[in-house]
């Protein structure tokens, strides 16, 4: 998912369109992709972007050595921050992950300055937005049923418009706004497509990896069969997020 997080990241930025000088907070940084974006689109006056996981603040750290910005750990349900103390406040593709998203979008609230912005996005998961994911499920649901009750659909099905903007208003948000973000997302041939479910990182690779070789060579086989393909041998698919941004009262 990196390759499609980094290119997603300038849209939903271009999206807020955001004064320079501000104090910005990223909440769930990753290995950094919208952190890197602010910086190099947004001129910040200063970023503080946290996550709990210490390998993907240590990872953040190397991909993005500027001293504007400052990673820390931190956790979202629980911001230690000072209320009223940022004037953007953001967070990319972690709402989904966050065990409790209200508190997680109070919080953020809380940390903002009065007519400060929040903003956030996540993949259109029940609307079949990342195209990718979405093929490999379907094939793998029609070699084995209970692939099914692993889908990011069935996991995440707020990640909708009206799910998301409730969610918002829920938390105490207001001015609530929402869009989506679309780009392509092609990969230059089948390896290309394949390999990163070979690696065992997230829930569709530890699946696939999961697979006795001869079930996962035959949802290797389903999947070369079925996807699109351009003249050229590419895969051309799309990937689509939706983003909400707000105000606080």
């Given at each position: 998912m990196g390759r499609w997080s980094r290119q997603i990241a300038p849209l939903f930025l271009d999206w807020l369109d955001p004064a320079e000088g501000l104090d910005w907070l990223e909440v769930g940084c990753g290995t950094g992709a919208l952190s890197a974006a602010i910086l190099a689109r947004c001129n910040p006056r200063?970023?503080?972007?946290?996550?709990?996981?210490?390998?993907f603040l240590a990872k953040a750290r190397a991909n993005v050595p500027d001293k504007r910005v400052e990673f820390l750990a931190g956790d979202a349900q629980a911001l230690a921050m000072e209320s009223g103390s940022k004037d953007m406040v953001v967070s990319a593709l972690v709402l989904n992950f966050i065990p409790d998203k209200e508190k997680a979008l109070a919080e953020m609230g809380r940390v903002a300055r009065r007519d400060a912005t929040i903003g956030f996005?996540?993949?259109?998961?029940?609307?079949?937005?990342?195209?990718?994911m979405r093929a490999f499920w379907t094939a793998a649901a029609?070699?084995?049923?209970?692939?099914v009750d692993l889908t990011e659909d069935r996991r995440f099905p707020?990640?909708?418009?009206d799910g998301l903007t409730d969610l918002?208003?829920?938390?105490?948000?207001?001015?609530?706004?929402?869009t989506r973000l679309e780009m392509p997302?092609?990969?230059?041939?089948?390896?290309?497509?394949?390999?990163?479910?070979?690696?065992?990182?997230?829930?569709a690779p530890g699946y696939c990896m999961s697979l006795a070789p001869a079930a996962r060579q035959k949802l290797m086989e389903r999947l070369r069969e079925s996807l699109p393909r351009g003249e050229d041998g590419s895969i051309p698919l799309k990937t689509r997020a939706w983003a909400v941004k707000a105000k606080v009262r």
């Amino acid at each position: 998912m990196g390759r499609w997080s980094r290119q997603i990241a300038p849209l939903f930025l271009d999206w807020l369109d955001p004064a320079e000088g501000l104090d910005w907070l990223e909440v769930g940084c990753g290995t950094g992709a919208l952190s890197a974006a602010i910086l190099a689109r947004c001129n910040p006056r200063g970023l503080v972007s946290i996550d709990p996981s210490e390998g993907f603040l240590a990872k953040a750290r190397a991909n993005v050595p500027d001293k504007r910005v400052e990673f820390l750990a931190g956790d979202a349900q629980a911001l230690a921050m000072e209320s009223g103390s940022k004037d953007m406040v953001v967070s990319a593709l972690v709402l989904n992950f966050i065990p409790d998203k209200e508190k997680a979008l109070a919080e953020m609230g809380r940390v903002a300055r009065r007519d400060a912005t929040i903003g956030f996005y996540v993949w259109d998961y029940p609307g079949g937005g990342v195209e990718f994911m979405r093929a490999f499920w379907t094939a793998a649901a029609a070699l084995d049923p209970g692939a099914v009750d692993l889908t990011e659909d069935r996991r995440f099905p707020f990640c909708t418009q009206d799910g998301l903007t409730d969610l918002a208003r829920k938390a105490g948000l207001v001015s609530v706004d929402s869009t989506r973000l679309e780009m392509p997302a092609v990969f230059k041939d089948f390896d290309d497509y394949w390999h990163p479910f070979t690696l065992g990182a997230g829930p569709a690779p530890g699946y696939c990896m999961s697979l006795a070789p001869a079930a996962r060579q035959k949802l290797m086989e389903r999947l070369r069969e079925s996807l699109p393909r351009g003249e050229d041998g590419s895969i051309p698919l799309k990937t689509r997020a939706w983003a909400v941004k707000a105000k606080v009262r």
